[in-house]
T-cell receptor, first 113, second 115 residues
Framework: GDSVTQMEGPVTLSEEAFLTINCTYT??????LFWYVQYPGEGLQLLLKATKADDKGSNKGFEATYRKETTSFHLEKGSVQVSDSAVYFC????????????FGQGTELSVKP | DGGITQSPKYLFRKEGQNVTLSCEQN?????MYWYRQDPGQGLRLIYY???????QKGDIAEGYSVSREKKESFPLTVTSAQKNPTAFYLC??????????????FGQGTRLTVV
């Protein structure tokens, strides 16, 4: 079945450092890909998405490109802030299979001043 | 403001009790979902419903039940048959699913603890 694999955390960075969180997936067909962010004690918020190969999703300085050839959707940000500290989830969905999200295990990011 | 409301935020269950978690949305979304989150793990799908009066099991449906009598409501019951119910439960919804329109919106979650 389909699956998503993320790099293990926690990831600890200094403020203004460059961030990469790796995400690879296994899926049939052409799923949509997502990054969600979760702050402590809260639900998930959509950070960005890409619905077809070579699409780049971007939001709040974060970017990820849908790479069909490497089945990857790595999350990047050029300069992280303390407020970016959260858990980040990579996920995939087939819109024609009920819209069920398949998640990676999450990567905790901690940004120090 | 439109959104998804889950209640209660915290819930405590005694051994052998059934408890019901509420999920209400005013986004006019067709599909609704329940996910379970355990520490250090991703979310896993419990049940989902694409239309009123219809729902399907997800990957971990055993010990749970749902109903979808109204478009805006999708309550989850954690039964006594669920042996390890302590977890964070998240409800989500999506509009009519079509290519390029696949965003899911999440509630704030309910933390269930067995005491």
């Amino acid at each position: 079945g389909d699956s998503v694999t993320q790099m293990e955390g926690p990831v600890t960075l200094s403020e203004e450092a460059f961030l990469t969180i790796n995400c690879t997936y296994t899926a049939t067909g052409y799923p949509s890909l997502f990054w969600y962010v979760q702050y402590p004690g809260e639900g998930l918020q959509l950070l960005l998405k890409a619905t077809k190969a070579d699409d780049k999703g971007s939001n709040k300085g974060f970017e990820a490109t849908y790479r069909k050839e490497t089945t990857s959707f790595h999350l990047e940000k050029g300069s992280v802030q303390v407020s970016d500290s959260a858990v980040y989830f990579c996920a995939l969905m087939h819109y024609n299979q009920g819209g069920k999200l398949i998640f990676g295990q999450g990567t905790e990011l901690s940004v120090k001043p | 403001d439109g959104g998804i409301t889950q209640s209660p935020k915290y819930l405590f269950r005694k051994e052998g009790q059934n408890v019901t978690l509420s999920c209400e949305q005013n986004l006019n979304h067709d599909a609704m979902y329940w996910y379970r989150q355990d520490p250090g793990q991703g979310l896993r799908l419990i049940y989902y419903s694409q239309i009123v009066n219809d729902f399907q099991k997800g990957d971990i449906a055993e010990g749970y039940s749902v109903s979808r009598e109204k478009k805006e409501s999708f309550p989850l019951t954690v039964t006594s048959a669920q042996k390890n119910p302590t977890a964070f439960y998240l409800c989500a919804s999506t509009a009519a699913l079509q290519e390029g329109n696949t965003e899911a919106f999440f509630g704030q979650g309910t933390r269930l603890t067995v005491v």
